[in-house]
């Protein structure tokens, strides 16, 4: 006999989680925010911090993209927001929002080296230095973010040092990895004997010559001659395909493996306190030539001169090296499952590779392939907080998220008439500042908080691309050694400068008012609609502390909440107003065509949402 009894969690409700520009005790929220703290991330053993809320919040639809090793995620918070822009949540690491997306370039310069993998900008974050992430998932708490809060805002705050000895942690974690729900395939045999019924079913023999008198019959006598004469590539024989039974798929996939380590050192007084991490991580992914490696360092520091002042400072610098595959469309794995024939062998009898130039040759096109994607990033940023007055707090941060790519894809001769290359240079530089004044009053029965500021963010994007053909030597594979050259050089940029606000009031720590209003302007609409406002709502009301349920022992805490708040998307891409033109060529006469109509009338994309909820 085992008795049992649960304990209510009471410091659940009083912990301080993340919200937009600030901080509030969970239980007198609201607004639909979740959390998970870094502990539990750790545990996942997953390479990205996105992969790692699969299956923990409630509403947050966790997709992986490929399967490969430091590839992306699509994260749907509440489904889908948008037809026309993106559906991405906003990701806000220490107040700074971080460039995400995909940031290769390979894909719109040379179709014959399309991977269909995009890159994760995301891969920057390292899960292990992670203290909690905050989930805004309805209009009334993210509605603070303006423009750039329709699909969800997810917090991320890094872990900071606390006051005490020196601390330090040492981990080291290793894994393996196979694929699952692998789909069985035909065997050479199986796939000739149903392509022979097909052949036969649909008089394919008869019609297989252009002999009119033919068309009504059939004759199999000559043992499916015709069959064999269409069916086999040149150059090989008919005894060659009824004995070759090829998976092509074990040429495409591998067991994966990762190992992982990390060190961190926290401490400080009462005047300083620091955290120093650092991290490596080795996976091999489930895809044949897949290979993922991070390194990381991250140092935080907090610093109090005086009672009424604190500095600080967030750095992050992550080195990432990904050797990428072609993957689904463009090959891989999708050529093994849906082209690649099993009657095909992998090698002539010569020990070249069969039909090496059909792009269906899985090993010959994986061995004969060079992906690799190397990204530097720099996260971080500088705060001043001033106290004055007893209720006043003034706060100035200032961050940046700069990411410099370098890619390089190749394709030899032996897969292709000439070998081909690109290499792709690239840099995202991002600053963003936040300036906050707050006041925080108590004052018998009721609770008053206020707080207003300005946030200005820019980025400018710049890429070069250069493309190479017909190479002197297998040994020379940049394309700046190439007998044909073309190159690209590409700019864009965009910016955003806002001003908000938000209230929040208690009475009786019981009943709840909130609202907040955002007023933004973005570089990516029109001149007569750069700005949209975007303001919400809410009410909440902790029905356990009223006297007829202050005494349950049934309910520990019971909160009703609603909201209404709107929302903005502003990710539509930048210049998308401008109308532009591009050379082109007709009847072998050169001209300018129309590329895209000027829309100067291009306004806000808005979400509204009504919500009711219970805690």
């Not at 996105?50 to 994260?75: F, K, Y």
């Not at 230095?129 to 209009?139: G, P």
């Not at 649909?202 to 499916?224: C, G, K, R």
């Not at 091999?284 to 600080?312: C, E, M, W």
């Amino acid at each position: 006999y085992v008795e049992v009894s649960l304990q209510p969690d009471l410091k659940t409700l009083d912990e301080v989680i993340v919200v937009g520009f600030g901080t509030q005790k969970k239980r007198f929220t609201t607004g639909a925010i979740s959390k998970v703290d870094g502990e539990s991330l750790q545990n996942a053993n997953q390479t990205t911090v996105e992969s790692a809320l699969q299956g923990r919040i409630a509403g947050v639809q966790v997709t992986t993209s490929d399967a490969m090793a430091g590839s992306p995620v699509s994260i749907r918070i509440r489904g889908t927001s948008s037809i026309v822009a993106s559906s991405e949540p906003l990701y806000v690491v220490d107040g700074v929002p971080v460039v995400t997306g995909n940031y290769s370039k390979n894909n719109a310069s040379n179709w014959r080296l399309a991977t269909a993998h995009e890159s994760n900008a995301l891969a920057q974050l390292n899960p292990a230095d992670i203290e909690s992430i905050e989930v805004l998932k309805d209009a009334s708490a993210a509605a603070i973010y303006g423009s750039r809060g329709a699909n969800g805002v997810i917090l991320i705050t890094t872990k900071r040092g606390k006051e005490g000895k020196t601390k330090f942690d040492v981990g080291y974690q290793t894994g393996f990895s196979s694929e699952t729900n692998r789909v069985e395939m035909l065997t050479g045999p199986q796939y000739l004997r149903l392509a022979r019924e097909a052949w036969t079913n649909s008089y394919n023999d008869a019609l297989a010559d252009n002999d009119p008198s033919n068309d009504n019959t059939f004759d199999i006598s000559n043992d499916y001659e015709k069959f064999w004469n269409t069916i086999l590539p040149h150059g090989m024989s008919r005894a060659v395909a009824e004995n070759t039974s090829t998976d092509w798929i074990d040429y495409a996939l591998q067991d994966g493996h990762f190992q992982e380590m990390n060190l961190a050192a926290s401490g400080g007084n009462n005047k300083t306190v620091f955290y120093l991490g650092g991290t490596y991580r080795d996976e091999q992914g489930i895809f044949v030539g897949n290979n993922f490696k991070r390194y990381n360092a991250r140092i935080n520091l907090d610093h109090k001169p005086t009672n009424f002042l604190s500095l600080g400072a967030r750095a992050a610098f992550t080195v990432t090296d990904s050797d990428i595959i072609p993957i689904s469309w463009a090959g891989g794995l999708g050529t093994a499952q849906s082209q690649a024939l099993p009657f095909w062998p992998v090698f002539n009898e010569d020990g070249t590779y069969f039909n090496a130039q059909s792009g269906y040759n899985v090993a010959a096109e994986l061995a004969n392939t060079e992906m690799n994607q190397k990204g530097t990033s720099i996260l971080g940023n500088l705060y001043a907080q001033l106290n004055f007055l007893r209720d006043f707090t003034l706060r100035s941060e200032f961050g940046v998220n700069n990411i410099y790519k370098k890619e390089f894809y190749y394709r030899s001769a032996i897969i292709e008439p000439e070998a081909i290359a690109t290499s792709v240079l690239s840099e995202s530089i991002n600053w963003n500042t936040n300036n906050t004044l707050s006041y925080s009053r108590q004052f018998g029965k009721h609770a008053l908080d206020v707080l207003v500021g300005m946030n200005a963010t820019k980025n400018d994007f710049f890429s070069n691309i250069i493309d190479g053909e017909t190479f002197p030597n297998p040994a020379l594979k940049n394309p700046e050694n190439a007998a044909v050259r073309r190159a690209t050089v590409s700019t864009t940029q965009f910016s955003f400068l806002s001003f908000l606000s938000r209230l929040n009031y208690r009475l009786n720590e019981k009943y709840l008012l909130g609202f907040s209003i955002r007023r933004d302007g973005s570089s990516r609409f029109g001149p007569g609609n750069r700005w949209g406002t975007f303001p919400a709502a809410s009410v909440g009301w902790i029905l356990s502390e009223e006297n007829f349920l202050r005494e349950s022992n049934v309910l520990t805490f019971l909160k009703l909440r609603a909201s209404f708040g709107i929302t903005g998307n502003a990710e539509i891409g930048n210049f998308e107003y401008f109308g532009s033109y591009t050379s082109g060529n007709y009847v072998d006469m050169p001209g300018i065509v129309v590329q895209e109509i000027d829309n100067k009338t291009l306004s806000w994309e808005s979400t509204r949402q009504f919500d009711i909820g219970m805690d």
